[in-house]
């Protein structure tokens, strides 16, 4: 403080002191403008599946003598406030991601537990798609941080492997670690990302394939959540795709320190 103070009156001018104001304006810019896009983005999102359930509802109308219209279309209704809320649900914990630089109260996390709950909040989907979920690597390893937040970035990957891979296929995850980092990585061996994309599939809304995202129900928050969470337990997550191939998500976090060792290396299949 004193030497910025000393800086201003030698040379009010000076580089310092002009850039540290400047740097303040610039982040303010942008985090408004980040807002303000994430406002727009959400009112164009949130418009599609409610212009369709007021259509369907008016088709429904018009229908009402025909019981396998009224179930289609009643399906239908269904399908998009399904939509609806599972987009209302994830842009609430975004902004709630957002808004919180770092954790409240972090505790210690055993990473095997919330690999076995992602892959409980899976197992029907993958059932469903005809994959396997393949776990393991090292065991006990502990982080610092939020479980339930740490649960839904997991889910969040093993959802979109599956999503994202064709029958019959396999999911891996796989932990391991060093002195000082644990890392989560979810592999499918699904469509892959074409190399021109992969730096954008973590921004909001963004899907490669617009209407075959939104046909599989898509919201294109899945990574951005990630990536909040991942930030806000002061780590990474970088992907390996090759198109046609599969991708490679990987979540890299801070070990909590004192934590124990890792065991001979197992795999399970769940
Ligand atoms: P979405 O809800 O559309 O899955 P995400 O934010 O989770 O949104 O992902 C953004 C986009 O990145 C997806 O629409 C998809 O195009 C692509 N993507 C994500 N995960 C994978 C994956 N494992 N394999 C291929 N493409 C993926």
Redesign the pocket.
Known sequence: DAQLRLSVRVAPLGTRYMLLIADDRTEAHRLEAVRRDFVANISHELKTPIGAVGLLAEALEHASDDPDQVRRFADRMKTESARLAAMTQEIIELSRLQAADALADPTEVDVDAVISAAIDKNRVAAEAAGIQIVSGGAKKARVMGDEGMLVTAVH??V???I???AKPSRVGIGVSMTDDIVEIAVT?Q????PEE?LDR??ERF????QAR?RAT????????I?KHVVQNHGGDVRVW?QAGY??T?TIRLPRAVGSARASTPKQKVR
Do not use: M, P
């Open positions: 969040n990957l959802a979109n492997a999503q994202y891979s499918d699904g469509v892959g990302i994309e599939v973590f963004f899907r490669i394939d995202s129900g898509g919201t294109g928050l899945g990574l951005s990630v795709s599969g991708s998500f």
